[in-house]
Every structure is written in C-alpha cells, then in structure tokens.
C-alpha cells in the first residue's frame, strides 16, 4: 500500500499516523535525536515514545581549530517512556516502508 | 560526492518551476502546483532537505519522500519518508 508514492497520504499528518507502534526517528532542536516506538501524537507533534534511544551531539572545541570545528562527541542515553514537546520536533522519520 | 545521484532536481536554485498557466497565482496555488515534485526545503537552521513533495498542511508541516539531508553541500543523511515540522521551515 505505502509503495506507491503519496497513496494514503493527504496530509502530513498522515505520515505520522501511519508510523502509530512503529519504531520512528525523530531530530530535535538542540542536536538532539530519538529512536524508539511512537505511541501517541497531537497536533503540536508532542510525542510520548517508549524505549527510546537519545543521541545528543557535543562538539568539544578543540584549541587551534577553526570556529565550530571541534571534536564531535555523541552521548546516548536510553529511556523506557518518554514525552516529547513538539516544539523541540525538527523531522519525524517512520521506518523505510519501501 | 555521493555516487547513485537521483534525477537532477528541476527546482534545484532559485528559479521556480514552470508555473501553471494560470498566471500569478497565490502561494497556496504555487505550493498546490509543486505537490509531486522534487523540492529543496530549507529550514532555519540552514539544513536542507531535497526530496519529493508529497504534501503539506496549512502550518506548513511537510510530508517529504526520497528525502535527502543536505548539510554545508554534503549529505548527511537519506530517510524514504520525513515529516517536517512546519515551524522549522525557512
């Protein structure tokens, strides 16, 4: 059903409504990204998730480079249940149903 | 950079695609006429997004598909479906 381009999908919305239980990307504001299964979804795109991977991207400045060129240190954290506000949401990403 | 590069993106720079042949529409009937095709968003943060439009609502929250991130040039990541928020966009 979701192979053919644009079937079943009139609205954005419909994208996430159709990733209910699936397991989901999503970007936050922050450099902040999740993986986990999407349980519950509103019009602000606030989010409650369960078991959830959190990637949080730190850029460490590093002496003698240039401005915003540093190491980049990714720290994960895993949550059982989670509540996203939807303003931090950037890009919600369903699984590849290709 | 990247090898498998897909068909060139008609509305890749600043020039419009062919409008419809009504002539000055509103932006609704530009976003309505551009529903299908490949598009570059371009959020705040100067992150873009090439893909295929597949709709839009009117907070202008984006469905993409075939979608590509573009970051400083390079791509930075690919999904097969991305939901934009609509506030992010630019």
Known sequence: MADVPSQGVQEPFDLIRLSLSERVFVKLRGDRQLTGVLHAYDGHMNLIMSDVEETIMIVEPVEGAPEGEGIVRAVKRNLDMLFVRGDGVILVSPPSRT | ?90
């Open chain 2, 1 to 90: 950079m990247d090898s498998p590069s897909p068909p060139p993106p008609p509305e890749d720079s600043p020039p419009p695609p062919p409008l419809p042949s009504t002539s000055s529409g509103s932006p609704t009937d530009f976003l309505k006429a551009v529903v299908g095709k490949r598009v570059v968003v371009r959020l705040v943060s100067g992150v873009d997004y090439r893909g295929l439009l597949s709709c839009l609502d009117g907070y202008m929250n984006i469905a993409l598909e075939q979608t590509e991130e573009h970051v400083n040039g390079r791509i930075t990541n690919r999904y097969g479906d991305a939901f934009i928020r609509g506030n992010n966009g630019s």
